[in-house]
């Protein structure tokens, strides 16, 4: 339990340092405000068992696509190939979608820093969402403000190129799908932060009173792909730490076979081509061995330099007596 809250609170720095931050549209004055409450008989103190784990028929109840699934055929069931534990969660597309902008797409840029979609910043413009999603009242809260939810994720190995940013975005919002808080933007990379052939942990940190009801995690396809997009697995949620809910968790609703072993990486994807990433979203520093080389060769540098200055004044020092 104490590992698990280690991981909460790094995940949860990780996310504050890492994530695109853009400002709500609404004024300070108009920001709707929901007291957070929540049903006591679906909680409990134990973080053991994640809320869904994607193990029991019932994670239907839980998990959903969003109103603008249709408009790339996604379609989410349970994958018992490449889970992560017990079973998981993998969604996948028939079709793909470019003649409409994505919810995120004004947070895209080019390697100069110039808007990819300049139409999303006009004025009127549209936006759609289709992705997976959790709604805070099946879970039994009013909303999920102060909230951490934590989660394994994925994504498909033939999905280089044929995302948006090349990512999947996690954020929080409500039945607008308007983003109300800072998103995660969850980039396929092969290199440093493996998330491709092996799941990573990660974590959203709701802001109190944000008013977010729903938690989407937007999946822009461009291009169709034949694999799976998008795989979660063991997803939980932590209540506020503070007042009534202090310590509490969301209990498992759907089944958590606890005997499963955890599966770090999923041996049977191969990747034909690595590029170079420069995500760091979603990260684990056990995982980042190019950035401990490049630790170690500063430290050596640094070493070498001091040696060669000390070297320097000792003889200079020497002659004066020499």
């Known amino acids: 339990m104490i590992m698990k809250k280690l991981l909460c609170a790094a995940c949860a720095a990780v996310t504050a340092v890492s994530c695109l931050a853009f400002s709500a549209a609404a004024d300070a ?19 053991a068992a994640p809320t869904v784990s994607f ?11 969003t109103s603008d699934s249709g408009k790339i055929g996604l379609n989410i069931t349970l994958d018992k190939s490449t889970y992560y534990q017990g079973f998981s969660l993998k969604a996948n597309c028939s079709s793909s979608q470019n003649s409409e902008l994505f919810q995120n797409a004004g947070a895209v840029t080019d390697a100069d820093n110039n808007p ?24 039994g809260l009013s909303c999920f403000d102060g909230c951490l939810v934590t989660f394994r994720y994925k994504i498909g ?42 799941y990573l942990p990660q974590a959203i940190s709701i802001p109190a009173e944000a008013a977010v009801t729903r938690i989407v995690f937007e999946i822009p396809l461009l ?25 509490l968790y969301i209990k498992n609703l759907d089944g958590f076979n606890a005997k499963a072993n955890p599966q770090e990486t999923i041996s049977e994807i191969q990747i ?39 070297a320097f004044f000792f003889i200079k020092k020497k002659k004066q007596y020499y």
Not at 166 to 186: C, E, I
Not at 223 to 240: A, G, H, M
């Open 116 to 139: 990819v979609y300049p139409a999303a910043s006009e004025e009127g413009a549209s936006f759609i969402s289709p992705g997976v999603e959790l709604r805070a009242e099946d879970f």
């Open 29 to 47: 004055e108009e920001k709707k405000v929901i007291p957070f409450t929540f049903d006591k008989s679906l909680t409990t103190s134990d973080s």
């Open 272 to 310: 034909k081509e690595k590029k170079e990433s420069t995500a760091e979203i979603g990260s684990t520093p056990e995982k980042q061995e190019g950035g401990h080389g490049f630790i170690v060769a500063i430290v050596i540098i640094v070493i070498v330099a001091a040696g060669g200055v000390g």
């Open 223 to 247: 291009e169709k792909t034949d694999c799976d997009v998008l795989c979660l697995d063991n997803i939980s949620i932590q209540l506020p730490d503070s007042g009534d809910s202090k310590g």
């Open 55 to 65: 193990d029991g028929d019932d994670w239907v109840k839980y998990v959903h696509t």
């Open 157 to 198: 190995n033939d999905c280089q190129g044929k995302l948006m940013g090349d990512s999947v975005y996690a954020f929080g919002t409500d039945d607008t799908y308007v983003p109300v808080f800072s998103m995660l933007q969850l980039k396929y990379d092969t290199v440093l932060n493996n998330n491709v052939t092996q």
